[in-house]
């Protein structure tokens, strides 16, 4: 069994082997992932591959290259990461993967940008021989404190045809990360000021905090919610029961309807740090980024 140094070690020799053929991966197969670094040290890696129902972000590390997600636990294979999907859209499942339901998927189709520190990614979301949204996916690592891990995320998506995007009767919906298993039973904070899951959980805040254990102490996710984004501030999914999982679920509560040729745009700002964050600190970082000074 790896150790976390171990796995680290083995983690950055692989991106190394990698990154001496951009079209190859480490086993040497055509590349399906796109890892981000600053400098030597591993932020996350997008995941793209034809063989998964969707794209997304695994894994996601935290400031000492532990990982603080998980793709594909046994018990819900559908958890790929750090991942965008809704589990209603004109009645298709495009969160679930072998739940007994209608399923679609969200096909990477090209990227029509890549740089070493962004990538856009042109995504079709399909299903039973329909394209029922298009999204243009822009994943980014702006500058990076030494702190902290920093994801941006924008989605906008447009729907070809009226449709309407919700749940089919459950909250699973919007940009969502499958924690890793130590940090399991956690702990949540949100910018109201709320400290329990029960009250947390489909509370609208401008951001939502899950923290667990890691190693010998602990690391927190954060999700922030743009001022732009439809339904801010955003209704929060999170569950610390069995495993932890926290989603921005801006229909958690109401559908969104689009008519023919609309587009929606959502933006999120993903951290991760270890250690102890005060609400007045994380509200500083979230100040700072609201106002496009970071």
Aim: net charge positive; hydrophobic share 35%; glycine share 8%.
């Amino acid at each position: 069994m790896l150790n976390r140094r171990s796995y680290i070690l083995t983690t950055a020799a692989a991106v190394a082997s990698a990154a001496l053929d951009p079209t190859l991966n480490a086993q040497n197969e055509p590349r399906s992932e796109v890892p981000f670094l600053s400098g030597s040290r591993p932020l996350f890696t997008y995941q793209y591959s034809a063989n998964r129902p969707k794209p997304y972000v695994h894994p996601l590390y935290a400031p000492d290259g532990s990982p603080v997600t998980q793709d594909g636990p046994h018990d819900h294979i559908h958890h790929r990461g750090l991942m965008l999907a809704w589990s209603g859209v004109d009645g298709i499942d495009f969160w679930g993967e072998t739940n007994p339901a209608r399923h679609g998927s969200l096909v990477h189709v090209k990227f029509e940008k890549r740089t070493k520190s962004s990538l856009t990614s042109l995504i079709h979301w399909n299903a039973e021989g329909r394209l029922l949204l298009v999204e243009s996916r822009g994943i980014s690592a702006p500058k990076q404190p030494p702190d902290l891990t920093v994801l941006d995320w924008e989605s906008a998506l447009t729907a070809p045809a009226k449709l309407q995007l919700g749940t089919a009767g459950h909250v699973y919906n919007g940009l969502g990360v499958r924690v890793a298993a130590s940090m399991d039973n956690g702990e949540v904070l949100n910018a109201n000021g709320t400290t329990t899951i029960e009250k947390a959980n489909g509370e609208a805040a401008n951001w939502c905090v899950y923290t667990g254990k890691l190693g010998e102490g602990t690391a927190s996710i954060a999700f922030f919610d743009h001022p732009g984004n439809p339904r801010h501030p955003s209704p929060f999914f999170v569950m610390n029961n069995k495993f932890g999982y926290m989603s921005a679920a801006p229909t958690f509560r109401e559908d969104i309807f689009l008519a023919k040729g609309e587009k929606i745009r959502f933006r999120w700002r993903v951290l991760v740090w270890q250690g102890a964050k005060s609400r007045e600190q994380i509200d500083q970082l979230y100040r700072a980024w609201e106002g496009g000074r970071a």
